[in-house]
């Protein structure tokens, strides 16, 4: 949980989140996240595991709390929850990058997932950037809640606008993807390969994607399908927090929180790219900032043909 934590003592909302509490006033499920932590820093005295800022909230009358340093830069790999963490210190602030690369969910009935294999999530200076799309509503109505937890809302690659795990009714998946790393390498010049097997089945591929630091504050994600089959229509998407700004500029997008760029995201190989928000069919570019709420989000997509030895690649530099 540490290791998720940013540098405002948030961390990146991945699978369902309904927010209960036993008390009114308990904050963002953010915010109870380093009240956690500082609580059990203070009764365990583990100032390493403290985050670096927390908002009081009741246990802290009842446990206390202990707050820490910033985390270092460097990579760290949770192979048993499925994570790989990278963290960077760069000119625009503090980049945390976050890799799913696991099993989907926990146990058999993984209940509150999203068919989000492969997808990554990042927060610059304590901002979200690339998110997850949130809850909704549990038995939402004309397919929303399937949309908020289906693949097209996830930041990763969709094959002719299929989920990689197939939805059995609430809280139920009758086909779950199975990622797997394939190789890694930790030092300055990180990288991380995974794959899982969800389009097997239906169209005899496996999702590679690579996501690699090619420079300071530069990083790489890079898609290919890997297996025997024929060409296919993909989808890969990014979905922006939706109170900052997005605008194209250099054959790219830069995104920007009140002016002050914090992502410039580019794509270099054979899929076409646009910008979307809040579609009602398909439903694209939406985001739930909390239970039974939901909202316009801008939605970075590309999409097009690929086949075997064909990649592509998107360029995420947070230089500042």
Known sequence: MRSLLDTRGGLPRIGDDDEGTLFQGEGTSQERIGSVLAALAALRQKPEIA??????????????????????????????????????????GE????????????????????????????????????????????????????????????????????????????????????????????????????????????????????????????????????GVGGVERVEVGFLIAPELEVATAAGGWVVQDRGRRLLYLRHEGPLKGWLERGLETPKRGWYSPSFGLRQPAPRICFAGKMWPGVSATFILSVRG
Do not use: C
Request: glycine fraction near 10%.
């Open 95 to 226: 980049a945390l990058l976050v890799f799913d690369d696991g099993p989907l969910g926990y146990l058999s009935i993984a209940a509150h997932v999203h068919a989000d294999a492969l997808s990554v999530w990042l927060h610059v200076d304590g901002r979200p950037v690339l998110i997850d799309a949130g809850t909704l509503l549990y038995h939402a109505s004309d397919g929303w809640w399937d949309h908020f937890r289906g693949t097209a809302a996830q930041n990763t690659l969709s094959i002719d606008g299929r989920d990689s795990s197939q939805v059995a009714g609430p809280f139920n998946w009758s086909a779950k993807a199975q990622a797997r790393v394939v190789g890694q390498n930790d030092g300055e010049g990180w990288w991380v390969e995974a794959e899982h097997d969800g389009y097997v089945a239906d169209y005899g591929y496996r999702h590679r994607r690579r996501v690699e630091r090619r420079a300071a504050g530069i990083f790489h994600v890079i898609d290919s399908l890997v």
């Open 51 to 92: 985050p670096i800022a927390v908002r009081p909230q009741m246990r802290q009358a009842l446990f206390g709390a202990l707050t820490g340093a910033a985390a270092p830069s460097g990579v760290r790999h949770f192979p048993k929850g499925g994570y790989t963490v990278a963290r960077e210190h760069t000119a625009a």
